[in-house]
């Protein structure tokens, strides 16, 4: 996500609503689970947030078909998750909220769900490592909820925004995809993905993943690679599609509106050599697509393999700014996406990198040298351990704060520092091949760095992590 400033600058029964009647998928006995082993994981309670996610599940698959009616404001879905359950348990227990279920199948046979206190239950025991098949349809208009922090951006919500002009978007860190379909909304739970979202002609619907065919006005995405529930993204608008290649031929689809999107063209036809920067430092970019999605937000997130910008973030901003939070989002496909913090105590593993080549970046882009850098860094990091507290031992109600991205950054500008050039680049594109599609924590990042360059440095990161004060 999108945080510091430039340098420089219910219950339910029997279908009563219109949607779809869940096909009845096959007993589980007969479905091959193996086909989606790259979305096992190993779920983590939440330090920070017990609430959200069930540690109990790792669901594999989410199939999204969706159908937007922007007169209406109405979304209706039927989703098919593909579940191993971790543990035995009596039921199953989902993050969902603000929608109303109309039928849910488990394994082909009529359950019921009930929606309260933002979760899903369906009262059918699980048995641990015995996978089910779980299709709920349900349908409303989507509606954001708080999110835990006092961030600039905080106040206008999080999950899905059904617009009063038919726009839908979404900006859901740390959760929000609760608002659009049901999930096991923690980081430690990545799955992969296929969605078909159908839209009425003159509308075009933008989402994570690779984008597949268009059949009608249904529009296809798939995520092949595990995608965290926080950094999927739907959104969907009066596009227009610009298509790029990026390094190695990577296809690269940005989708703009007419006239309020034309400022950021420039920059966003620049997206090939903006990757080509990072792969120099990072090595090859993870994914087999990428692209951006402009939406209404006043944020920006790090959607995997489609980037969200939000308007309202870049309005009244010059475009080196806007450039240089291209970078930030992008740097996040290798240090959050490929490599994803276990949990949101962990956060500062993907924004201190992010921030720190975004602050990389913008030297080029403004022309300051590492003085100023480290001037700025020390000076920003001192205000921030007072204000907000360390960056390693964030607080619940306090998500996402610039501690979280500027700390980490001074404290890798001081490995950078230590090692040159080369041997840091090689740690940063060694750290993000070798974790990739898998979660990371600080443990594993401090034995990391201390195998990668032969030197020990548990003592420079924990103190980096835990001071009230800048280390010296
Ligand atoms: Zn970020």
Redesign the pocket.
């Known amino acids: 996500?999108?945080?510091t400033t430039a340098v420089a600058a219910v219950l339910l029964t029997a279908g009563c609503t219109p949607s779809p009647t869940p096909p009845a998928p096959a007993p589980s006995a007969t479905v091959d689970y193996g086909v989606w082993a790259a979305g096992r994981s190993t779920p983590v309670a939440d330090p920070l947030y017990p609430e959200k996610g069930n540690p109990g599940l790792d669901v594999l698959h989410y199939r999204l078909e969706l159908d937007w009616q922007p007169t209406t404001r109405v979304l209706t879905g039927l989703a098919t998750l593909r579940i191993r359950p971790v543990t035995d348990a009596p039921e199953i227990k989902l993050d969902f909220t603000g929608l109303t279920v109309d039928r849910v199948l488990l394994d082909g046979a009529a359950a019921t769900g009930e929606v309260t206190g933002g979760k899903l239950v369906v009262p059918a025991p699980v048995t641990a490592d015995r996978p089910v098949t779980l299709a709920v349809a349900y349908h409303g208009t989507p509606e954001q909820v708080a999110m835990p922090s006092h961030r600039g951006d905080a106040s206008e919500g999080i999950g899905m925004r059904a617009g009063r002009d038919g726009t839908l978007w979404t900006m859901q860190e740390p959760w929000g995809a609760l608002t659009w379909y049901p999930v096991n909304e923690h980081p430690s739970d990545e799955a992969l993905y296929d969605l078909a979202v159908t839209v009425p002609r003159g509308w075009t619907a933008a989402a994570s993943g690779t984008p597949g065919p268009v059949e009608g006005g249904t529009y296809h995405y798939s995520s092949a690679d595990p995608v965290a529930a926080y950094v999927t993204t739907l959104s969907v608008d009066r596009y227009r599609r610009i298509e790029l290649s990026g390094p190695n031929g990577l296809p690269i689809t940005n989708f703009v509106r007419d006239e309020t999107d034309d400022r950021y063209l420039p920059v966003l036809k620049r997206t090939p050599e903006l990757l080509s920067w990072l792969e120099k430092r990072l090595g090859r970019y993870p994914y087999p697509t990428a692209g951006v999605l402009m939406n209404d937000s006043v944020s920006a997130m790090?959607t995997q393999q489609m980037l969200s910008m939000g308007r309202g973030a870049f309005r009244e901003a010059d475009l080196e700014y806007f450039e240089a939070v291209l970078i930030?989002e992008y740097a996040?496909q290798w240090f959050g996406n490929a490599v994803t913090p276990s949990t949101w105590t962990d956060l500062w593993l993907s924004?201190g990198w992010?921030t720190y080549l975004q602050y990389l970046y913008e030297q080029k882009l403004y022309g300051f040298d590492d003085d100023y850098l480290e001037s700025y860094l020390r000076r920003r990091d001192a205000e921030l351990r007072e204000s907000v507290g360390p960056p390693g031992r964030p607080k619940a109600g306090t998500f996402a704060e610039s501690n979280v991205y500027l700390c980490p950054a001074a404290m890798l500008r001081e490995i950078h520092e230590r090692l040159g050039d080369e041997r840091f680049f090689a740690l940063a594109t060694a750290w993000a091949a070798d974790n990739r599609d898998r979660s990371q924590d600080r443990a594993g990042f401090i034995s990391f760095v201390n195998t990668h360059t032969g030197e020990d440095h548990t003592t420079l990161i924990n103190t980096w992590l835990d001071s009230p004060t800048t280390p010296k």
């Open positions: 996500m999108r945080r790090e930030h996040h924004e992010a």
